[in-house]
């Protein structure tokens, strides 16, 4: 692991994670923008190796923002979940209260980031989801085809699971410090869309408060998904194995 930024600075209470692989056309505004609301943020962006050049553009933007912006570059690309996981460990040795989960491409609206952080500082949270499916469908730019899919993914896993959350598949999250050290990291099975559902079902096992806020996703408008068909046959399959073997605690 390459680590990258300053070591010195004013400790700010949350961290935003944003991992990248290929992000060139998205990275500098969805950084510039995340540090224009009205609360402020750290930020740390975990790089797998991007061959098109994302780790650099975060390097020159340092020298604008060398207190808050961060930089990880994990030389094998072995996943979202596992990117997650090693951004979740950095914060927790940093000392961060809040931990927000958000993707590079606008899908996730910087804007909302502090309704998040709200539903967890003020309002009872330990863990908020940015919820697509809580008041509605609230989906810009899908296909009818992977609207249907994803929104039967997530009531797939609520019935399955049992848990009580609308957007089980959702990757626009705040963790309450508390919640990431209780879960044992180091034994989250799933990398791709089950990652994401695993961290809530865990979340919910141990009793945390889970709280839905409802956001509205936008598709990409730059660069490339990275849905591929091997990320929804874990979703899909690994859930009914995560049910019938149980999660180790």
């Known amino acids: 692991m390459i680590l990258v930024g300053s070591k010195s600075r004013n400790m700010r209470d949350t961290l935003v994670i944003i991992p990248t692989f290929n992000e060139k056309e998205n990275i500098e505004k969805i950084i510039r923008t995340t540090f224009s609301q009205v609360k402020e943020f750290d930020i740390l962006v975990v ?11 975060v390097k020159k933007l340092q020298t604008d923002f060398p207190n808050n912006l961060f ?3 994990r030389k094998l690309k072995t ?5 997650y996981i090693h951004g979740f460990n950095w914060a927790l040795n940093k000392k961060y209260e809040y931990v927000i989960e958000m993707d590079a491409d606008f899908s996730h ?7 998040l952080y709200n539903a967890c500082s003020q309002n009872g949270a330990d863990l908020s989801i940015g919820s697509r499916y809580s008041k ?5 730019n899908w296909s009818m085809k992977r609207v249907l899919l994803s929104y039967f993914a997530s009531k797939y896993v609520q019935f399955v699971t049992g848990i009580p959350i609308h957007d089980t598949t959702a990757g626009f999250v705040c963790y309450k410090r508390k919640v990431l050290e209780k879960i044992q990291l180091n034994k989250i099975r799933f990398v791709g869309y089950a990652f994401q559902i695993e961290m809530k079902f865990k979340a919910w096992k141990h009793g945390f408060n889970l709280k839905e806020v409802s956001v509205i996703f936008t598709d990409r408008t730059l660069g490339e998904s990275k849905m591929n068909k091997t990320i929804i046959t874990e979703a899909v399959f690994g859930i009914i194995k995560m049910r019938i073997k149980g999660l180790p605690k």
Not at 47 to 57: A, M
């Open 47 to 57: 790089d797998d190796s991007s061959p098109d050049g994302t780790g650099n553009i």
């Open 71 to 73: 930089l990880e570059i």
């Open 79 to 83: 996943g979202l979940g596992a990117a």
């Open 109 to 115: 609206n910087p804007k909302d980031l502090v309704r």
């Open 136 to 140: 509605g469908v609230n989906v810009v």
